[in-house]
């Protein structure tokens, strides 16, 4: 390792010394490469322990930082590698970072810092101290991106005032910063977590994931949405090092698609999924008993902000087929979206009027859901239920079922799944509870976030 | 490197050459070191590849084979490394487990063949060509122990007839030999997996884990034994790089220790966790509705296999109480078995007299259960119930609840755990279906394999 400018000098030095083997073949050439940079581990009698040099290039290669050249040979105190100078920071990090005098470290490009946004940063911020000194795990903030604008900090955003920062930039949003923002940066691993209910954001999961970005996000588009994206999402992820997390698609922070992936991979077999995935729908239909119209419950329900500002949104069902959608993939279905029978709620007569008018005619509802309710009587209750069966067929609407049904006694605006597999035949096995909300879809995300890094290595 | 039968020669010419530099102490001395093999990885233009070195490096890194010596220059062809012979093996195996030529593979122990011990075998049987094609993990059976003998292969046991070749060993067993015998195998990894219920095995955890040898156990000893002893292992897993999984000592295959793990780390509070732990001590209860004598249904469920041997084992709830103190040490309470407050349904009568005596006098229990029924009745149903609460108080026995309540809608021998935290306060997170059984208690540890697997760096 010599310095740039003197390159020339040296090569001719080389080839004046070597003319004899040069010429005779046994030494090819002498040439130069520049922008290279040292990073030496230096300890007392460091290279007799074992481990210490395994920890440095283990450190080095989850990185993913190239070794140009390695000296380690007599010397007991010092091993020493050539890295392109462009990843020497991150090269001196991760190796930091291997031998814990900093954590592994992980920067983080988060997009779309609405509700659930707010709700994950602050759930980091108070978690991160315990995570740091008990894991070795230590989470950076490296940009903020809205639809307008963004904010980044090339040492990691404050997590108390990363919302001041956030209103106070000048930075306008571009999807293309993120990539070469968080390759930038000197920390040896990077995530996108995408908060937004974007295609956008999705079309550039498999792109990101190629580049060794790893993508978490409670956003359905890639899970539900077209097969060839999704193809390419799972093909990035197989051929290459980084993870594609979304627990918090279906249920936001119950153990959902981590419980499908783990019967799946023990080799138990899914014979079907019978679920309640909508909140707003099984709050709508465990309040309805007849005594007030349906319209009625309806609008309490958007009045409390049960539902979305068009609850037409809630009751086509369509939300509760893209989870279904999600689910099936997890089980090996090529299931896509239009191969759901979904039976909407919403009648003929205001599914495509606007909003003004559809609020103003949601009696149109009151009738066929009467009907409905007083067939589901004879055997039970009436229920809004998704169900996923061996044989691929999918369906989401209602149900009538019997009253000792687990999804008889749901309370308020709980989810639930029942999951029958060869192993749960007899008796499902259940996850129930709160499926929606900012802080229990920011868990959902996070935990996935903390699974990320013990696959990465910490300590968790 | 040279032959060791030429190396005092060696030795002698570098000293004679190099004896102006020894004299003036440029160079200190000039010495040999045996044992040592050569590990090359040879490929056209692989070293100006990005990441080729350092997957070689991360891969020897995460088998914890230690590097004398390494040479990687200006040859674009070739990285070699000096490694002691003892571990050449498994450099090598490593190596091409990095490079995806050969997967991941792990080398395990299993103690205890006995019901989930054959159902694990098996599940593992039917996943592995799947696990190794489509996630390149290769798992290989090493070693298994029973009481009395143990087989082992250093290939690996056939997955399909490991029955026989457990039946026909003359080997006896000690558990002295697991280590070394992990340790001697040519792999990356190496896993004890312990179906015992003793604590003689739960003893030795802590030390293997030293050794960087995981354990992955449906045991409660080590998770509701001394404080000390949990310690120990609790310190092992956060000085070392091995982990500690238990996720089937609760509830076997549903999701129950990783949630708690999950809500822990994610910064959530548990305000409570209140659940129903024994398959047992649910059928009982669920049937017991005062038409029989208690004593008659305890008798109907020893006949059918439902009870332990000792049916006192489970009606004691010393079984619950201990799975109750593995989840309080989950949230980080400093709880040993003797702090909760277990109501045993065993009346003092027949608690301490021989097995064919207390059978015989079980009617023992009707006055007192009878009683229970009749005082629950007034506001529901009698449950057998474990109770955790925030301030570190735990209970276990019969409560009454209200027919509302989730416990009471419990079907045959289901557990089921209600989490109340801050984040799910209104209504709990719910995780319920059968809680014991060789199939699914298997599976829980089938899972925590896999996830020890995807820590490791296989694609899961």
Redesign the interface.
Known sequence: MIRGEHSSRAVRALEETFALELGSGVIQRVWSESDVSVLAAVGEGM?G??????????????????????????SERS?SAAVPTVDADRALRAAHGGFYLSPQTISLAVIGPGNVGRALLE?IR??AP??HA??GLDLRLRLLMGTRRSVGDPLGLDWSSWERAYSETAETASLDTVAPCLRDAPWPHAAVIDLSASDEVADRYAEWLAAGIHVITPNKRAGSGPAERYRAIQHA??TGRALFKCEATVGA???IV??V???V????EVDSIECVLSGTLAWLLNGFDGRSPFSELVREARERGFTEPDPRDDLSGMDVARKLVILAREIGAELDLDHVEVRSLVPEAIASVPLEEALARLETMDEPMAAELSKAADSGVLRHVATLSRDGRAEVGLRALSA?H?FA?L????NCVQFRTS??R?????????GAGP??TA?GV??DL?RLA??L?A??
């Open positions: 290279v322990t074992p481990g210490v040099s395994a920890r440095l290039f283990g450190a080095l290669a989850a990185a993913g930082v190239n070794i140009r050249a390695i000296a380690q040979g007599a091993i759930q108070v978690a315990r995570l008990s894991h992820c197989t922070g119950l153990p981590g419980t992936r783990d019967l991979h023990t080799g138990d000792t687990a006694h309370r308020g605006t709980d192993r749960y007899d008796n499902p096995l259940v996850v129930q509870g709160p802080d229990v868990a996070f935990s903390l013990a696959h290595g300590r968790l």
